[in-house]
Structure formats: C-alpha cells, structure tokens
C-alpha cells in the first residue's frame, strides 16, 4: 500500500510542477534549495547526501523528536559545528557551504511551544514508568485516590532518575550538548550566527 502511496503522491506533486525523482541526492543537486523541510520520518537525509549541496541551506524538520536528519553524521562530516542558540546548529561542510539545522533537529511546527526536547521527555517519560509500577503494587505503593505531593515526591527522590538524567545530560548550563548523551555529541559554544557563512 505504502509504496502505491508514494508512487501516487510523486505522481501529482510532478503533474503539479513540482521536482520530483527517486534520488534525495539527485534532486538536492539539481535544486540546490535554500530551505528543505523533512517530512518522511526517520532519517530521511543523511550524511551520504550531504555532498550534494553546493550552497548553503536550511533544514527544517517537521517530524517528531529529532528523528528526520541524522545529526551526528552532519557533525562527522562537518569541518566545524555552531550552535546558534534557539535558531539551531550549523554544519560548516566546506569554506562556501553550511547548513543550518532550525531548531536543533526538532520539529519546527511545535519548536518552543508545547514540545520539550528530547532530554526532558527522557525524565518525563521515566517518572511516569515510574509512577506505572509503583501504582501496580498490590498496595498501590501507599496511594489512594486523590493527589498526594508528598507521597509522590518521596518516590520521586527513592528512584535514580533524576540522578541519571544528570549523569547522561550534565547540570544545566550555557553550554548545549549537540545530539545525545555520549562520545559523540561534543559541546558547542553559543556563537553569532550568519548567513552565508563567512570566510
């Protein structure tokens, strides 16, 4: 089904006017766009697409999490990474081209508003597990109907995900981490940014 979808949607979007071909690469290269905006999921453009662009770019995710653009390809290509504060990452390819990442890889359809970033969602979602297991004893881990702040702040402090999430994350600070917890995503300073990048 999906790839008669896909086949289908090709198929109006070029009676349509619109570039289309089977090959990222091939259309990045044919296009040289100034914003591309990912849509198809997971990692729809990669470090081996990279090469194709011969002008600087934005990139603009609206898929959920950091899912579209794999990011830690970008910086073991790049030859220097920025960090632009809330405008996102640049990715300095060569002396003329950059791509800039809006928003850090995160979807920029929701960026700043009612999403968090995946370093939260990573505390979020271990409380609630959390909260899941404590509720499924056969005492209910001491909670009766209601809202109990104590009780649950009490759990809260027993459990180490709080001193885990400090561990792969750090304190916060004014410096960001790049891509995830580990060897592969160094520190960054805040930099200026501008655009094209400059000699």
């Known amino acids: 089904m999906l790839p008669r ?3 289908f949607a090709m198929r109006c979007s070029y009676e ?11 259309l990045i290269e044919s296009h040289q766009p100034l914003l591309l905006v990912g849509a198809g999921g997971r990692g729809s453009l990669r470090g081996k697409h990279l090469a194709a662009f011969r002008k600087s770019c934005y990139l603009a995710s609206i898929t959920s999490r950091t899912y579209e653009f794999v990011l830690d390809e970008f910086a073991a290509l ?17 002396d003329r081209v950059e791509l800039c990442v809006i928003g850090h890889g995160m979807p920029v359809n929701f960026y700043h508003a009612e999403s968090l970033p995946n370093r939260y969602i990573d505390l979020i979602i271990s409380s609630l597990l959390l909260g899941g297991v404590t509720l499924a004893q056969p005492d209910s881990g001491g909670f009766v109907p209601g809202h109990h702040l ?50």
Do not use: K
Request: charge should be negative; aromatic fraction near 14%; proline fraction near 9%.
């Open 78 to 94: 790049a030859h220097a990474v920025h960090d632009y504060g809330r405008l996102g990452h640049g990715y300095l390819l060569n």
């Open 150 to 199: 104590e009780l649950t702040n009490a759990i809260l402090n027993v459990s180490s995900a709080l001193e885990t999430y400090y561990d792969w994350y750090g304190e916060p600070s004014a410096r960001r981490e790049l891509l995830t917890p580990g060897d592969s995503a160094p520190l960054f300073e805040v930099v200026p940014w501008t655009f094209p990048p400059q000699p």
């Open 5 to 7: 979808l896909f086949s």
């Open 16 to 26: 349509e006017g619109f570039a289309t071909s089977r090959s990222l690469t091939g």
